[in-house]
């Protein structure tokens, strides 16, 4: 059975940061996922955020460039997302998730809230 467990949402203000971690509970090695983070804000489509691969390898929507940081830690089994230089439009659930080959899992999600 996998599971996902996502931690550190919360309210910031507008400039302001935040780190959200998640961590995976799977018999498969965490290094074989490709990890993402998702997004979803109010009346809106989930949207991608970043992925990361098992090598360190990631990449980042055109929006958050410059201001977000995907990593991974394969050892604690856990994906990182730096955020900072937030804005009130970065307000919305972020959902980790993780795939391989054809199986896709999903975190419970976790509020960010920027006000400005």
């Known amino acids: 059975q996998v599971q996902l467990v996502e931690s550190g949402g919360g309210s910031v203000q507008s400039g302001g940061s935040l780190r959200l971690s998640c961590t995976l509970s799977?018999?498969?090695?965490?290094?074989?996922?490709?990890m993402g983070w998702y997004r979803q804000a109010p009346v809106k489509q989930r949207e991608l955020v970043a992925f990361?691969?098992?090598?360190?390898?990631?990449r980042l929507a055109e929006s958050v460039k410059g201001r977000f940081t995907i990593s991974r830690d394969n050892r604690k089994k856990t994906v990182y997302l730096q955020m900072s230089g937030l804005a009130p439009d970065d307000t919305a659930v972020y959902y980790c998730?993780?795939?391989?080959?054809?199986?896709?899992?999903w975190g419970q999600g976790t509020q960010v809230v920027v006000s400005s």
């Open positions: 998730n993780a795939r391989l080959d054809a199986d896709e899992y």
């Open positions: 799977s018999l498969t090695m965490f290094s074989w996922y490709l």
């Open positions: 990361v691969n098992g090598a360190g390898s990631s």
